[in-house]
């Protein structure tokens, strides 16, 4: 399973139901300018964005995008009325906010706002390599720069900014930053299914310099406009566990074909590519090459079962949800921890949700 149709098939999963809503006439605009914050001079080809923030809508009918002229001016047309995100995206310059941010604008039926005046940083970039135990390059790695905040509890967190991947020579470059303080974690993509992982040790989720444990990752300073090379560390080999179990439906039938994600807490590794299993007829599954860890357990229809299951219209079933029971006790939350030993007996009800 490629990467993108496995991050598909996760975002069927968990996104909300959809619900029309009635969006009004399109007849609002907004005209504005990107410049560079620190000389004030106009940025041509800069992206603006803007997706209105409503559920139930589909993107296509919510996104609006303009591309900056040589003066650095845009303009979005046939505008709906309400509150949209902004963002604004240019090479070589940090994002007006990040992944995780939101810069909010309000829109009135019939308004024509003019003056908006967006301005950009320079980007800050780390550029590094990584190895093996035996000092050999690591190609295919996914690399995550986390950018240090602090939660509204005062506690701090990290939220992913940029990801990149490692070339034949191990090397990243995790580009578009801004100013802040970052953890870099490296993590391998895990193996599909339903090939088997045989490995007793697997590469594990390694924060630089050089470490499994966020604890000791070593925070980065970034200003704007920086650019940090020599990130050379070594990716860490643990213990690989398994986590098997069988998927059944409400009644207790074996459901055959079900997708069962595991999902790490990115605040306990970062950033990281699901590990995935499929359920056989006996509604058994194994997932492989797992490292000590919290992990959030999703389970949804395979695209082969989607397809073959029908509503009798046509489509396919809505896809399936569930509880997590281990045990024989059902999950406060739908997670697991993964220690020192394997994770067995873990039972998934599905729902069609009908």
Same mark, same amino acid.
């Given at each position: 399973?490629?990467?993108? &149709?496995?991050?598909?098939?996760?975002?069927?999963?968990?996104?909300?139901?959809?619900?029309?809503?009635?969006?009004?006439?399109?007849?609002?605009?907004?005209?504005? @300018?990107?410049?560079?914050?620190?000389?004030?001079?106009?940025?041509?080809?800069?992206?603006?964005?803007?997706?209105?923030?409503?559920?139930? %809508?589909?993107?296509?009918?919510?996104?609006?995008?303009?591309?900056?002229?040589?003066?650095?001016?845009?303009?979005?047309?046939?505008?709906?009325?309400?509150?949209?995100?902004?963002?604004?995206?240019?090479?070589?310059?940090?994002?007006?906010?990040?992944?995780?941010?939101?810069?909010?604008? +309000?829109?009135?039926?019939?308004?024509?706002?003019?003056?908006?005046?967006?301005?950009?940083?320079?980007?800050?970039?780390?550029?590094?390599?990584?190895?093996?135990?035996?000092?050999?390059?690591?190609?295919?790695?996914?690399?995550? #720069?986390?950018?240090?905040?602090?939660?509204?509890?005062?506690?701090?967190?990290?939220?992913?900014? @940029?990801?990149?991947?490692?070339?034949?020579?191990?090397?990243?470059?995790?580009?578009?930053?801004?100013?802040?303080?970052?953890?870099?974690?490296?993590?391998?993509?895990?193996?599909?299914?339903?090939?088997?992982?045989?490995?007793?040790?697997?590469?594990?989720?390694?924060?630089?310099?050089?470490?499994?444990?966020?604890?000791?990752?070593?925070?980065?300073?970034?200003?704007?406009?920086?650019?940090?090379?020599?990130?050379?560390?070594?990716?860490?080999?643990?213990?690989?566990?398994?986590?098997?179990?069988?998927?059944?439906?409400? #009644?207790?039938?074996?459901?055959?074909?079900?997708?069962? %994600?595991?999902?790490? +807490?990115?605040?306990?590794?970062?950033?990281?590519?699901?590990?995935?299993?499929?359920?056989?007829?006996?509604?058994?599954?194994?997932?492989?090459?797992?490292?000590?860890?919290?992990?959030?357990?999703?389970?949804?229809?395979?695209?082969?079962?989607?397809?073959?299951?029908?509503?009798?219209?046509?489509?396919?079933?809505?896809?399936?949800?569930?509880?997590?029971?281990?045990?024989?006790?059902?999950? #406060?939350?739908?997670?697991?921890?993964?220690? +020192?030993?394997?994770?067995? +007996? &873990?039972?998934?009800?599905?729902?069609?949700?009908?």
């Amino acid at each position: 399973m490629s990467l993108a &149709l496995l991050t598909a098939v996760v975002a069927s999963l968990i996104a909300p139901q959809r619900v029309p809503v009635q969006l009004g006439e399109a007849n609002a605009q907004i005209v504005g @300018q990107v410049i560079d914050a620190a000389s004030r001079a106009p940025l041509p080809d800069a992206i603006v964005s803007l997706t209105l923030i409503l559920p139930g %809508i589909p993107a296509a009918a919510t996104g609006f995008q303009a591309v900056t002229d040589a003066n650095g001016r845009f303009v979005l047309e046939r505008l709906f009325a309400g509150r949209y995100q902004l963002q604004v995206q240019k090479s070589g310059f940090a994002p007006l906010t990040g992944p995780f941010e939101a810069k909010t604008i +309000d829109v009135t039926a019939g308004q024509s706002m003019t003056g908006l005046e967006l301005a950009l940083r320079t980007a800050a970039v780390l550029v590094g390599h990584i190895v093996d135990t035996n000092g050999h390059p690591l190609v295919g790695l996914t690399v995550s #720069a986390l950018r240090q905040t602090a939660g509204a509890d005062g506690r701090p967190i990290a939220t992913t900014a @940029q990801m990149a991947q490692t070339n034949e020579s191990g090397e990243f470059r995790l580009a578009s930053l801004s100013e802040g303080n970052y953890v870099v974690i490296a993590a391998p993509l895990p193996t599909p299914p339903p090939a088997p992982v045989v490995s007793e040790t697997v590469l594990a989720p390694t924060y630089y310099p050089g470490t499994p444990d966020k604890d000791a990752a070593q925070v980065i300073a970034l200003v704007s406009g920086q650019t940090m090379s020599g990130l050379q560390f070594t990716m860490v080999s643990r213990a690989a566990h398994r986590v098997s179990g069988v998927v059944v439906d409400e #009644a207790g039938t074996p459901a055959a074909g079900t997708l069962v %994600i595991l999902m790490i +807490d990115p605040q306990n590794g970062g950033s990281w590519t699901p590990a995935t299993g499929l359920s056989d007829e006996r509604g058994r599954f194994q997932i492989g090459g797992i490292v000590p860890g919290t992990y959030r357990v999703m389970a949804g229809m395979s695209p082969r079962r989607a397809a073959s299951v029908s509503d009798g219209s046509g489509g396919a079933r809505a896809g399936v949800t569930g509880g997590v029971f281990v045990a024989g006790t059902t999950a #406060a939350s739908l997670e697991i921890t993964v220690g +020192d030993t394997d994770v067995t +007996d &873990l039972r998934i009800v599905v729902s069609s949700g009908k």
